[in-house]
Structures are given as C-alpha cells and as structure tokens.
C-alpha cells in the first residue's frame, strides 16, 4: 500500500486506517459527525496528498489545456484556479479536475487519486500533437486541505502568504512553516477553507500536519478523515468521480453545464457530441433528493421511477449537519424537477424520495 | 461491571437472560466500528428466529449492519427508544441502547456463546489480524 509522506501523522494522532485507492489513509480520528461538524462550525484538516498533480508546460501549453478540458482556459490569469472536466469523444468524464494557471505556458492540473495515471496517458497521448510538455509531478507533493470557518486563521498562522486577499478559486505562492507552497482558496467540503500544496520529506510533511491539528486545538478545529471528507462534499454536491461522473454520463448530463464551454479554441475533445446533446437535449440528469421516510440510500441501491427500475443511486448519506437522508441520482429529465417522486430500493423495502434544490447545504457568507 | 453477566456472539451481539427471556444488543466493539447510529431497523414483535438469521439492521453514517439472533426463539419486545433516540445504541450499548428481547428455545445454544473474557480474547484477535 502506498503511503503518503504525511502518514506517520496519522497514527500518531490514531487515526482509523484504511485502503483508499492504493493508499493507507484515515477514515476517522474521533468519529465521522464529529469531525464533519467540527468543519462546518470551526475547522478540519486534511491529508489530500493521495490527489495527483499534473503540470502542463510550454509555448502551446495553453491550446494542450483548452483541448484536453471542458473549461476555458484562456480565462485564466496567473493565480486563478478553474474547475473542469477531462472528458471523452462522447462527452463523458475521464475525470474531474482542478486547472492552476501558475504563469503564462504553465499550468498545474490536480486530478482524483484514483485516476493519475489513467489521466497522464491520456493527455500525453490526446496532446502529443502541442508543443506542450507533460509530467506527472504526484510523487512529489504532499496535500493539506485545511477547511472550515477558523481555515483562514490557522493557516494564516504557518504561512507568510497573506491569506485574506486570495479569493474563492485564487492561489498563491510562498512559504508555508518554511517551505515552498502554493496556497488556494479550493476545497471540497462546501466551506471556507484553503489547500496547501508542497514538497517536502515525509518528516516535514508530517510535522506540519501535526502542527497544524495542534494549533488548531485552541481554534477547535479537528483532523478529520476520508470519512468526514465524502459527508461534506456530498451535503455540497460536489461530485465525486466514479459515483456520480463517470464516461458513461455525460458533462450535461451530471448538471455540470457550467463548467463546457463550447465556444473556444482549440475545442476540448467531446465537443461535437456535447453540441449534438445540448442542441437535442438531454434524457436524463443528476439530481439531488431526500428520503421521505427512514432509511439511508447508498450508492449502488435501485432507483424506481414510476415502478420501473432507472438506475441506481449514485452517491448518498446520512447528512451529519442537515440530519436527514440525501443523495443523487440520475432521474429522467421529464421527472428530474425539484419536487418529483420517486423511490429507492433498501434491502426488500421500496422509500419515497423527493428531488430537491442542490446544493443541499450552503454556506452563509 | 455489567458486561460480566453478559454472553457475546462472534458477530458482536451480546445476550443478558432475564426472566426466562434474553435481552439482545450489540457490543461496545461493534458501535464503535459502526460509528455514529442513525437508524435502527427493529423485528417485528412475534417474528420467529433461528440463530443467526438476520434479526435488525443498524445504519450508521458509514454502513448498514445486520444484527443476527444470536439464539433461537421468538421476538417479545423491541426497544422503541431507538426510533427517536438511535444514538442509545452508542451512547449506553449495554443499557438503554439494548435492541430487543426474545424468548429462548433451547437453553443449550447459550453455551455456544462467550463469555466476557472469552470474548475479550477474541476481540484481541481480531486487532491482531
């Protein structure tokens, strides 16, 4: 199993391990609820070095971006951050990612753990005709998402980088408890809160995150595990690759329209069959819901609509903060408005559920 | 201590005979591996079951779990305190987060369970796998 640089941490801290995707990785230290409510009310800290980092270098390093990503990356500045699909001919996902324009020519992708190297054969290979230079740089960098109310003061706390003027999706680069970092203002928990990337050896790594749980103690702010990590990114409904995007759905399709532009140059791969859709429309689309009585839905349980089985559930929980049972799933379009009905198999039962308006928990400003 | 008087399953069920019935629950262990409890999805009273068949499901925030009779008898009574209050069941294992009670059909399929210490062993086991 691989280890992150920051693994050491994580047992002296107790942290409840297990495999994700090739990694030894916490689930929980002091219990999933307490550790997503500690993120929605003060703060969590997070080992994420598991994601990948994908640079994209060189004098069309630019026209390689905009075709191998849905966005427009030509909207990009030097410390902006877009998010965006990788996606097929058919205008599904091969991943989600993160797109860091570092300078002009030069860009960092970061990209799910669990498709690295799926990611970097597939840009080097729909790219080799840019004179663009691409390297996967995973090995090298440690992660720490630090998330919640308190983020910006406990980081702030480690860093000389001055936090408060990097807005939502911006970054920044300088110091952080001495080493080379880059700062953004991402997340995937629905809350304020900052990633931190950077180089170091395992030893480093590790104290920094230590530090970062101790200092926190005093904002109240807990280390929190994969476990806390998928509660609060569904509560936001933010997709997670492999649930609720995959090739077989398309970028329309998974309501995520937002982030295709269809106007740009070179045009991303996918683009014709993405034109063909928005033009004739979409079938089906990923949805939000509540159950309406008990029961949690998970992901892989059916989905019935109108009697017949459509699907199954892509993603669902038992919300800690909203305390109710909620999840997502692909409806047909014509039974996908907020307010439909329908039902989720659990075990020999049959629940009503109820689409609703996502993302099923936002932040106050 | 409590748990002295108790047996326990291999799946983490513990067992307290009471009047010529068993009270039926799940481990400290076990609601500590499930995490947080939401729901619990009690028997039905006067359902019939042979050991080991599945008796309740458990959901917690991470996953759902059977718990299995761990004798064989007939469903009393279940403790409808867990419909409202499901956090009992990790709060109180032993006490108010009990799961329901059966009537015992054979007093010979208590000696296939464990006590205390034995399942303290076993438990050392398991950590050690």
């Not at chain 1, 107790?14 to 703060?43: I, S």
């Not at chain 1, 702030?156 to 001495?178: C, K, M, N, S, W």
């Not at chain 2, 409890?37 to 006067?46: I, K, M, T």
Request: proline fraction near 3%; charge should be negative; hydrophobic fraction near 40%.
């Amino acid at each position: 199993m691989k280890k992150t640089k920051i693994n050491e941490a994580h047992y002296v801290l107790k942290g409840k391990m297990v495999e994700f995707c090739g990694w030894d990785l916490p689930v929980q230290y002091a219990g999933l609820n307490t550790e997503h409510m500690a993120v929605r009310t003060t703060g969590g800290i997070f080992d994420v070095s598991h994601m990948g980092e994908i640079l994209v270098r060189g004098r069309e390093a630019l026209k390689a971006v905009q075709h191998l990503v849905s966005n427009d990356a030509s909207k990009l500045v030097p410390g902006k951050i877009q998010y965006a699909g990788l996606l097929t001919e058919s205008g599904g996902f091969v991943d989600d990612l993160l797109v860091y324009m570092v300078k002009e020519d030069d860009y960092l992708l970061v990209v799910n753990a669990a498709n690295v190297e799926k990611d970097f054969q597939w840009m080097r290979r729909h790219a080799a005709t840019f004179d663009a230079q691409i390297e996967n740089r995973s090995e090298e960098y440690s992660q720490i998402a630090v998330q919640g109310p308190v983020a910006e003061k406990l980081v702030q706390e480690f860093t000389d980088v001055d936090l408060a003027p990097i807005t939502y999706y911006h970054f920044a680069q300088g110091r952080v408890q001495g080493m080379d970092a880059i700062v953004s203002r991402t997340g995937y928990t629905g809350e304020d809160g900052f990633e931190i990337y950077f180089k170091s050896e395992a030893a480093a790594a590790s104290r920094l995150f230590l530090d970062l749980a101790e200092k926190g103690e005093k904002y109240d702010a807990l280390p929190a595990g994969l476990g806390a990590r998928d509660t609060l990114r569904l509560e936001a409904k933010m997709a997670l690759y492999g649930n609720d995007i995959d090739d077989s759905h398309t970028v329309l399709e998974a309501d995520l329209g937002w982030i295709l532009k269809l106007k740009k140059e070179p045009p991303c791969i996918g683009h014709d069959a993405l034109a063909r859709q928005k033009e004739e429309g979409i079938r089906r689309k990923l949805v939000g819901f509540e159950l309406a009585d008990k029961g949690i839905a998970r992901h892989g349980y059916p989905v019935f609509v109108q009697d017949r089985e459509f699907g199954a559930v892509t993603s669902g929980t038992f919300a800690p903060y909203l305390r109710k049972s909620i999840g997502l799933a692909y409806l047909p379009v014509e039974h996908s408005a907020v307010g439909s009905e329908f039902e989720v198999g659990i075990r020999e039962r049959k629940v009503a559920a109820r689409v609703v308006e996502t993302p099923f928990y936002k932040r106050s400003k | 201590m409590a748990q002295e008087n108790l047996l326990f399953s291999k799946d983490h069920e513990w067992v307290r005979r009471e009047n010529g019935t068993v009270v039926v629950g799940v481990t400290d262990y076990a609601q500590h591996e499930l995490g947080d409890v939401v729901f619990v999805d009690l028997p039905a009273v006067g359902k019939e079951l042979k050991k080991g068949d599945p008796a309740a499901n458990i959901e917690s925030v991470k996953a759902v779990s059977d718990i299995y009779a761990p004798v064989s008898g007939k469903v009393t009574a279940v403790n409808e305190k867990l419909g409202s209050t499901p956090e009992l069941v990790n709060q109180e294992p032993y006490g108010q987060g009990w799961v329901f009670t059966m009537s015992l059909a054979s007093e010979s399929e208590l000696d296939e369970l464990m006590d205390l210490k034995a399942y303290e062993e076993y438990l050392k086991g398991i950590a050690g796998e």
